[in-house]
């Protein structure tokens, strides 16, 4: 059984940055994809980045692609959100998730999530 703690989140201007950070208890973390989702207020959740078990793969929604990146440190069990220029629609809870093997875009497919850190961003 995996535990995931995110923290990290908060209120930052339009242009800002922010780092989330995922802390994993349990289970071997160096064998799970992370990744991150988030969830806007009346939308579904979504799938924001994720980052294969050796740090080799990476994946990111087209809207957060080259602002955002992923990364992780399997000695320290954690996993971050490097998050740049950010704008007001980045504003969501977001979502620590962990699955075994291939990495995915796909939330049905991640078994482990974290309770969510809130983002949001004024304009």
């Known amino acids: 059984q995996v535990q995931l703690v995110e923290s990290g989140g908060g209120l930052v201007q339009a242009g800002g940055s922010l780092r989330l950070s995922c802390a994993a208890s349990?289970?071997?973390?160096?064998?799970?994809?992370m990744g991150w989702f988030r969830q806007a207020p009346g939308k579904e959740r979504e799938f924001v980045a994720a980052i294969r078990w050796s740090g080799s793969s990476t994946n990111y929604a087209d809207s957060v692609k080259g602002r955002f990146t992923i990364s992780r440190d399997n000695a320290k069990n954690t996993v971050l959100l490097q998050m740049n220029s950010l704008k007001p629609e980045d504003t969501a809870v977001y979502y620590c998730?962990?699955?075994?093997?291939?990495?995915?875009?796909?939330?049905?497919?991640?078994?482990?999530w974290g309770q969510g850190t809130q983002v949001t961003v004024s304009s």
């Open positions: 349990g289970g071997t973390f160096s064998t799970y994809t």
């Open positions: 998730a962990a699955k075994v093997s291939f990495i995915s875009t796909i939330e049905g497919d991640y078994n482990y």
